[in-house]
């Protein structure tokens, strides 16, 4: 287990189009966490899981976001319609108890939306 | 509303001078506060946590909740803590983590 992955790195897309992304985390993590970068600022919470249940979504995450963990394992992110101002880097995150807070990163998927 | 402001975007220092990242939160209740770290290329991690009180790569921090800070310091900055810093809130209501919009330090020769 090399840690949390997400897969694409990179995606382009047209305005209006839907984009889906999948996240892996550490194996045995019961939560998960899906988090959005712009630049020059920290990363923004958008929604998280324990196991298969989606337990907080923020309210920036509009009726286009949707996230998914059907298992408890993996997760997807889709973007539906997407916006020029959608461009972010989409980090996902897996944590599991003691250490209260210490969340483990993936390297993000970057979205550019022309 | 909770907030994590971190107010210097870049710090420049050189090698063995003293460093301090200035953090400052807004919340009511009980903080749990940390410090992440991005170096280049690399991902995202837990640099120290406050409850834990340890220090970690020289690094300490120490929750002020009078003046509402959580500052990191560190007594002789080296290149490679040249990175990007984030501090983090955690509430006690919730496990997601609320950041600032982070500091670059760089530790010059």
């Known amino acids: 287990d090399t840690g949390v992955s997400q897969d694409p790195r990179h995606k382009i897309t047209k305005r209006g189009q839907n984009v889906t992304f999948r996240c892996d985390p550490i194996?045995?993590?019961?939560?998960l966490y899906w988090y959005r970068q712009t630049l020059g600022q920290g990363p923004e919470f958008l929604t998280y899981?324990?196991?298969?249940?989606?337990?907080?979504k923020s309210r920036l995450l509009s009726d286009r976001f949707s996230a998914e963990r059907p298992k408890g394992s993996f997760s997807t992110l889709e973007i539906q319609r997407t916006e020029q101002g959608d461009s972010a880097m989409y980090l996902c995150?897996?944590?599991?108890?003691?250490?209260?807070?210490?969340?483990?990163f993936g390297p993000g998927t970057r979205l550019t939306v022309l | 509303a909770q907030r994590v402001t971190q107010p210097e975007k870049l710090l420049s220092v050189f090698k063995g001078a003293p460093v301090e990242l200035k953090c400052n939160y807004s919340?009511?209740?009980?903080?749990?506060l940390f410090w992440y770290v991005q170096y280049s290329r690399q991902r995202l991690q837990l640099l120290l946590r406050?409850?834990s009180r340890e220090s970690i790569k020289g690094f300490t921090a120490d929750l002020n909740k009078g003046e509402t800070s959580f500052h990191l310091k560190k007594p002789f900055a080296q290149e490679e803590d040249s990175a990007m810093y984030y501090c983090?809130?955690?509430?006690?209501?919730?496990?997601?983590?609320?950041f600032g919009s982070g500091t670059r330090l760089l530790v010059r020769p």
């Open positions: 995150a897996s944590s599991s108890g003691p250490v209260v807070g210490e969340q483990f």
């Open positions: 194996s045995e993590h019961n939560r």
């Open positions: 899981f324990q196991n298969e249940a989606q337990l907080e």
């Open positions: 919340y009511s209740g009980s903080p749990e």
């Open positions: 406050h409850i």
């Open positions: 983090a809130l955690m509430m006690d209501s919730s496990y997601k983590l609320i």
